[in-house]
């Protein structure tokens, strides 16, 4: 059985005291992946799991689907319990801690990513409401005081019957004035969101939508800091 650093919880691979930070992957399955998205969505999720979530950083990974009861709760959550890169070959037995990296990090997040993608498209797509469980299951659930930063893979067309994006812009002040809108609003302060656009209709997508979700998530106390159309 491998052994572990002290300090790391057994389960999460988390420092004893909690974890530094905290990233959370939502990934919207309500449409079929192309070829060349799910090309960019591999390489996407292989940079975040290898290069982007620091030693003792939270990562849980969610995803958007038709029926948000269904996907409320991570597929994973994992710390990064680090590599032993810089630490000194007296100390930590560097290999052992590699093994651990790549068996108990690497590997369980990058499993999931079949579970990330549909081959059926959705009727309704719950943006709002999977964005609110995510900010009480990931965010307020463990509070992490160090950075905190959202990445949504997306189109950000929000659809279900009570309010849809696919009837044209949508202007955001006329929807938070909504009965709808009130119960859509969401709590996410300080946090840094980045969205990678599925752009799957662009006539849709333009620059008041994208001012639709900035005025939304301003208003729930976080900022978009990166903005990207995802290739295909």
């Known amino acids: 059985m491998m052994s572990r650093p002290k300090g790391l919880n057994p389960e999460t691979m988390c420092p004893a005291d909690g974890p530094v930070g905290h990233y959370v992957l939502l990934v919207d399955k309500t449409d079929p992946l192309n070829f060349t998205q799910k090309q960019a969505f591999s390489v996407i999720l292989q940079e975040l799991v290898e290069k982007r979530i620091p030693e003792g950083y939270l990562l849980s990974v969610f995803v958007l689907s038709e029926d948000f009861k269904e996907t409320a709760a991570p ?100 929807f938070a004035a909504s009965d709808y809108g009130k119960k859509a609003q969401l709590e996410l302060s300080d946090v840094e969101v980045e969205l990678h656009y599925l752009m ?14 900035e005025d939304y998530f301003a208003k729930a106390g976080a900022r978009i800091v990166a903005v990207r159309p995802l290739e295909g």
Not at 204 to 212: E, G, I, S, V
């Open 75 to 174: 597929l994973v959550e994992l710390c990064n319990p680090g590599d032993g890169s810089g630490k000194s070959e007296l100390t930590a037995n560097q290999k052992r801690l590699k093994a651990q990296y790549r068996l108990k990090f690497i590997e369980p997040v990058l499993k999931q990513s079949e579970s990330l993608v549909s081959t059926q498209p959705a009727k309704w797509s719950p943006i709002f409401e999977m964005l609110q469980l995510v900010g009480i299951n990931a965010y307020h659930k463990y509070d992490v005081k160090g950075e905190r930063r959202l990445i949504i893979m997306s189109d950000m067309l929000h659809n279900t019957p009570q309010f849809t994006m696919y009837k044209g812009p949508v202007d955001y002040a006329a």
């Open 200 to 213: 799957n209709s662009p006539q849709l997508q333009t620059k008041r939508n994208l001012k639709f979700w």
